[in-house]
């Protein structure tokens, strides 16, 4: 028997469908409530409003579950590989090792980016921060891929996702060597994907590059554990601009920008930037922990708190495993390790924290290890798009074969009553 919620408005009762999802969260289904009741709803950001129902990620952010079809994010990231997992999140299933091997000689066949491309990113100066870079060469693909607009059938689709998968990994490394005055590489075809990802970025005419396994099975990890996140700020934005029937790649286009914010990707580097100038400040903790508790100060303690998660995000606990794993394999003695670790353990310990479900998130401990394995500081949210890549793509997919509606959110006008229109001289 369908459950019902009902709404009383002025003596005036409404009965509105209620959902429950196969993890027994509840939803009031408020699609008719203007028809019925003449009424809207108001939540700004989104806090207790669903877009959408999905099939790819769920979290629990009250006891820090995170499952990408059904799978543990804590089995993934231990067992699984970046490739192996986008396709999970992509099409639904863990693959066999023959639709793996597939998969990546599918993606294989999308790895040249037209050189025409370099045109573009010659227009860019150095300075320019990768993420401005990344999002115009990713809807700059749309005029080398038209075919990539309008994905009608299965065949189409999966030509784009492979397209996508492949051309993207090599427009991101190109930011870097923009920036750094080095020509751009091209992807290996001999090579694996996240190994190709330090090549295209390290690579030199001067010599062979050789990827170190370990730092390659480490971003392999943290890309996993960026794969999806459900209807985060730049998913929502990637389904709102392809829910225009706007294309694949100008759809993940406006997720990168969105990704770029200090408040959600761009986190990462807020966090490294902060535990840097809190290192040159002498290491003093405190200091920062009352800044990030005065109401007068704009200062956030970058890398803390989630809209979600009022727990451990469980990205964090393993991100921070990883860390000291991989720091100490290559040898890194890394003293903004040691205040990151100082930090938590305050932030941790703190009434201000505490009592507002403030933790570390994915973006505390990702940077460290970014800095460990030599990634430069500005290019780690294009790190985060890189992982993030299946999860948007997954996200479109669901939303154009649900054929959902056009995103058109409603609101509540507050401004000027009917006024009549006076000539400058009466002003
Ligand atoms: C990501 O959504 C996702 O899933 C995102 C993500 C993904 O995988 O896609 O998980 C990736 O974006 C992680 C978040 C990265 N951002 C940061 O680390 C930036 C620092 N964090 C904050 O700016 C903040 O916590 C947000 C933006 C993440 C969440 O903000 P909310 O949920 O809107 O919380 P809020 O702003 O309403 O704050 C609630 C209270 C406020 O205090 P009071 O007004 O109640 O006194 O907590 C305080 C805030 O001032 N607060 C912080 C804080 N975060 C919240 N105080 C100090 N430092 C912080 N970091």
């Known amino acids: 028997m369908s459950k019902i919620a009902t709404l009383e408005i002025d003596g005036n009762k409404f009965e509105l469908p209620f959902i429950v999802g196969s993890e027994n969260e509840g939803a009031v289904d408020i699609s008719k409530l203007r028809d019925l009741s003449g009424v809207i709803t108001i939540d700004p950001g989104y806090k207790n409003s669903g877009s959408c129902k999905s099939e790819v990620t769920f979290l ?13 994010i804590e089995d993934l990231a231990e067992k699984g590989h970046f490739l192996e997992v986008s396709y999970l999140v992509i099409f639904g299933e863990l693959p066999t090792a023959e ?15 037209n050189e025409e491309m370099k045109n573009i990113i010659d227009g860019f100066p150095k300075t320019a921060h990768p993420m401005g870079v990344l999002s ?28 996508t998968m ?13 920036s750094m ?47 999806d996140h459900e209807q985060n700020c730049s998913t929502s934005t990637v389904r709102m601009v392809g829910s225009s029937h706007a294309g694949l790649f100008a759809s993940i286009s406006a ?33 920062y922990l009352s800044k990030a508790k005065d109401k007068n100060d704009p200062f956030r303690l970058m890398g803390f708190g989630h809209r979600v998660y009022k727990n451990f995000d469980p ?47 994915v973006d505390f401990y990702s940077g460290i290890i970014y800095r460990a394995l030599g990634i430069p500081t500005d290019m780690f949210t294009v790190m985060f ?37 006076k000539s400058v001289d009466k002003r």
């Open 181 to 227: 005055g080095f020509p751009l590489n091209y992807y290996d075809n001999t090579k694996g994907y996240v190994e190709n990802f330090m090549r295209l970025m390290f690579e030199l005419p001067t010599g062979p590059y050789k990827a170190d396994p370990i730092v390659v099975s480490a971003l392999d990890k943290l890309f996993i554990l960026h794969a």
């Open 60 to 72: 629990d952010g009250e006891l820090g579950i995170l499952r990408y079809r059904g799978y543990s």
């Open 255 to 287: 997720g990168v920008s969105a990704l770029w914010g200090p408040l959600h990707g761009g986190a990462n580097q807020a966090v490294l930037e902060m535990l840097e100038e809190i290192h040159k400040d002498g290491g003093d903790t405190e200091k």
């Open 99 to 113: 639709e793996l091997i597939q998969f990546e000689n599918d993606i294989r066949k999308h790895t040249l980016v």
């Open 136 to 163: 115009a060469l990713t809807s700059a693909l749309t005029a080398f891929n038209p075919k990539s607009v309008n994905v009608e059938n299965e065949k189409e689709m999966y030509e784009a996702v492979c397209k």
């Open 315 to 361: 990205r964090a606990r393993i991100i921070k495993k990883a860390a000291d794993e991989v720091l100490a394999t290559l040898g890194v003695e890394d003293p903004i390790l040691e205040i990151a670790k100082k930090l938590e353990v305050a932030a941790l310990e703190d009434e201000y924290f505490k009592s507002r479900s403030l933790y570390p998130n």
């Open 385 to 421: 798009a890189i992982g993030r890549l299946p999860g948007w793509i997954a996200q479109w997919k669901e939303m154009r074969e649900n054929k959902e509606p056009i995103g058109r959110p409603r609101q509540v006008y507050v401004g000027y009553p009917l006024r009549e229109f």
């Open 166 to 178: 492949g051309k993207f990994l090599v427009i991101a490394t190109w930011t870097y060597r923009k």
